[in-house]
């Protein structure tokens, strides 16, 4: 298949890049979710405790952190294909060293550090970077839909790891995950994958190149300075960067305590390990169909209102969990399952949709490299906590309600940051 001949006015092909960034990011947020299955049989398998085994998720996280920037630096200089492949090789390696583990430093290096530096590569910050450019009016939306590849992932991959970890144990379970990694992702981002509409003589959006000069010329004549003036030097002095840096860091603190550690909370609430996977695989499946609601909500109604509104839902989900450990009732399961699946659909969708809204342009990838680098320390962070404060009181209680205050403070910063007050101008 050349470039000319998937280049069609008929088909829009930025619409190809999004279901490689679907199925991208299901193995993406997969991975990452699946650690919460292999933390419950590993605690059972070692001697560690709860803070030190999840602060092997936190380390993955911390990699995450520090090369978010680099890799986005690499995709505007050099392309995507050239960063992507070279990291889900890296990935699968990652995968395979995993199932040897002997100590925890073992598992620390192997998946904290190897696994965390491929996984980086098709990660959100790589799909964010590429939409950007092929998406402008539907952005909320193509990236919605990108992005309920996060839900999918959780919602195929924790229980079929539960599943693979019950019958041929966890060692095999690294191997077989890092197997498909090699085959479904290293093919179908070498061959489908694009940097910017232009290689194939398309516009954003698909649109032609008449309606493409209105845009810009009616951009060009309301906006002062245009996306591609944007410097380092002007983005840090920016305060709205600040505050788009901030939603997300406290965001992202309240979903990891939930999403590291549910799992083993509710085990402890007497649930078995395939249900506790399984509820947790809705939660996914919820994130998903809200993720595309969420982001062709926000092209509609504007990204702060439509943030609100799914934190509160968020909320409403991990209230349920304090709920059910009070009440013991199954139907704060259901609550929790459905409404923190909601509030969690809400969130990649904004950051991505928010900082595109904000800094798009020549450097988008970089800049967006230092938000996906606050959220891998806030999701470090938010690992971290979850375990060291049940470590400390033998319960999740608090750790709920730290979720929920950070949760609630994140909405005053997308209010800040006004991404509806530059989305007016297009």
Not at 188 to 205: I, M, S, T
Not at 212 to 228: G, I, P, S, V, W
Not at 275 to 292: E, K, N, P
Request: charged letters at 15%; a positive charge.
């Amino acid at each position: 298949m050349t470039d000319k001949e998937m280049n069609s006015r008929e088909f829009f092909y930025g619409w190809v890049i999004v279901a490689v960034a679907l199925v991208s990011m299901a193995f993406w947020l997969g991975i990452r979710s699946s650690f919460s299955v292999f933390y419950v049989t590993l605690l059972e398998d070692f001697s560690w405790n709860r803070g030190s085994s999840a602060g092997v998720q936190s380390m993955a996280l911390v990699t995450y952190t520090l090369l978010a920037p680099m890799v986005g630096g690499l995709i505007d200089r050099f392309g995507p294909r050239r960063v992507v492949i070279p990291g889900i090789l890296i990935l699968t390696l990652g995968l395979v060293l995993s199932s040897t583990i002997k100590t925890l430093t073992d598992f620390y290096f192997f998946y904290g550090v190897v696994l965390g530096a491929g996984i980086t590569s098709i990660g959100i910050i790589t799909y964010s970077a590429i939409l950007a450019h092929w998406f402008e009016k539907k952005r909320g939306l193509a990236s919605g839909i990108a992005l309920s590849g996060m839900g999918l992932g959780t919602f195929s991959m924790v229980p079929l790891s539960q599943s693979f970890i019950s019958m041929w144990g966890w060692r095999t379970t690294f191997i077989i995950t890092g197997g498909l990694v090699l085959i479904v992702l290293l093919p179908l981002n070498a061959l489908f994958l694009r940097h910017k509409p232009r290689e194939l003589g398309q516009n954003p959006d698909g649109l032609s190149d008449w309606e493409t000069a209105q845009e810009e010329r009616l951009k060009n004549k309301l906006q002062k300075d245009t996306e591609n003036e944007w410097t380092i030097k002007k983005v840090i002095h920016s305060g709205r960067f600040w505050a788009l840096i901030i939603f997300s860091f406290l965001s992202i603190i309240g979903v990891y305590i939930i999403v590291v550690h549910n799992v083993k909370f509710l085990v402890d609430q007497g649930v078995d390990k395939m249900t506790a996977a399984l509820v947790f695989a809705m939660v996914g499946v919820i994130s998903s169909i809200f993720r595309i609601f969420w982001g062709w909500l926000s092209d509609r109604i504007g990204r702060e209102l439509t943030y609100t509104m799914g934190i509160i839902c968020g909320c409403i989900g991990v209230g349920s969990l304090s709920l059910f450990e009070t009440f013991g009732l199954r139907l704060f399961i259901y609550t929790y399952f459905i409404f923190f699946g909601m509030g969690w659909g809400v969130t990649a969708p904004m950051f991505m949709s928010v900082s595109a809204d904000l800094f798009k342009g020549k450097i988008f990838g970089l800049i967006y490299g230092f938000v996906e680098a606050g959220i891998g320390i806030a999701a470090a962070l938010g690992a971290w906590v979850g375990g060291s404060i049940f470590d400390r009181t033998q319960s999740y209680h608090m750790a709920f309600n730290l979720a929920i205050v950070v949760l609630l403070l994140s909405c005053f910063f997308i209010w800040y940051a006004a991404p509806g007050k530059v989305r007016l101008i297009k």
